[in-house]
């Protein structure tokens, strides 16, 4: 089992920054591919960026490209999720996810992810 607590969310301006945290507890953290997601009221939760187990490879949604930076310290249990040049419709809930042996192919879709934080709230503002 791995338990996660996402930290970090807030209210910030349009153009501002902010960092999520994603702390981890159980066995094994280190082996497991982890993913952001978001979910914005009446919409889809939708891929945000993903790791690989050891910070090799990641990945982006093109609506972040070059604005989020995921990053992860194996050694803390810990994965980040650096937002930068935030805009409005960047609002939503955040979470992270937990998957093992995530293939890359499928690293943006939920159901491949076994273990869920309860988010965190970003709010821009305009």
């Known amino acids: 089992q791995v338990q996660l607590v996402e930290s970090g969310g807030g209210l910030v301006q349009a153009g501002g920054s902010l960092r999520l945290s994603c702390a981890a507890s159980g066995r094994a953290f280190s082996s497991y591919t982890v993913a952001w997601f978001r979910q914005a009221p009446g919409k889809e939760r939708e891929f945000v960026a993903a790791i690989s187990w050891n910070g090799g490879n990641t990945y982006y949604a093109d609506s972040v490209k070059g604005r989020f930076t995921i990053s992860r310290d194996n050694a803390k249990n810990t994965v980040y999720l650096q937002m930068n040049s935030l805009k409005p419709e960047d609002t939503a809930v955040y979470y992270c996810?937990?998957?093992?042996?995530?293939?890359?192919?499928?690293?943006?879709?939920?159901?491949?992810?076994?273990?869920w934080g309860q988010g965190t709230q970003v709010t821009v503002s305009s």
């Open positions: 996810a937990a998957g093992d042996s995530v293939h890359s192919s499928v690293v943006v879709t939920p159901t491949m992810y076994d273990y």
